[in-house]
């Protein structure tokens, strides 16, 4: 296996998976929220810099929660309480810009029911590097999705983090693996630098 990541910035995306004031306020394990938070924000900037597409991914619903899934499963997702406003809201440290696409999902994948693969096949998008929280859950399905399609995959692994840290190494050491190639953000940035 080579460590040396190519990339072309005219065909790739920076998919950032629910990075919204919700989620973004949970500890996270094993990486600090605020550490994945810094690390995505530098891949945005380095993409913006360099060409490639940012894309913004955060979950919601409407108010009654009739368009979430809910399944009969051993261990609920459901929220016991109704949500704060901004729930959904991206968190400003993105620095979100007029030529984001942002992507409102209302599942744990960022593929199902959005228009996510439009968006990326009709910009002849072929890469994607993702990030976010959680990383066994969000960044998880999403990939599956993308591996499913074709996509390339790149896994910023310090720019992601999970619910538990033994879910989040499951998916970094035995899952990612399988369908791309887990790198630093130190990588990717200098990656994205090398093609500008």
Not at 32 to 58: D, E, W
Not at 74 to 93: G, H, K, N, V, Y
Request: proline content about 6%; some cysteine.
């Amino acid at each position: 296996m080579s460590d040396e990541l190519n990339l072309d910035p005219r065909r790739t995306a920076i998919v950032v998976i629910d990075l919204q004031k919700g989620i973004a306020r949970m500890p996270g394990a094993p990486i600090a929220s605020a550490t994945v938070i810094a690390n995505a924000a530098r891949l945005l900037s380095a993409a913006r810099r360099a060409g490639a597409q940012p894309i913004l991914v955060h979950v919601g619903g409407s108010p009654d929660g009739a368009d979430r899934l809910h399944p009969a499963a051993d261990q609920s997702m459901q929220r016991s309480a109704t949500p704060a406003p901004d729930w959904s809201d991206l968190i400003p440290e993105l620095g979100r810009q007029p030529a984001d696409i942002v992507i409102l999902k209302r599942q744990w994948g960022a593929f199902y029911g959005t228009d996510l693969d439009l968006q990326l096949r009709r910009r002849c998008l072929a890469t994607i590097v993702l990030c976010g929280i959680a990383t066994e859950i969000g960044v998880e399905s999403t990939a599956r999705d993308a591996y499913e399609r074709g996509y390339e995959l790149v896994f910023a692994s310090d720019a992601m983090t999970g619910i538990h840290a033994e879910g989040h190494a499951n998916s970094l050491e035995r899952i990612f693996p399988r369908m791309g190639r887990v790198r630093t953000t130190d990588a990717i940035v200098a990656a994205l630098e090398a093609a500008a």
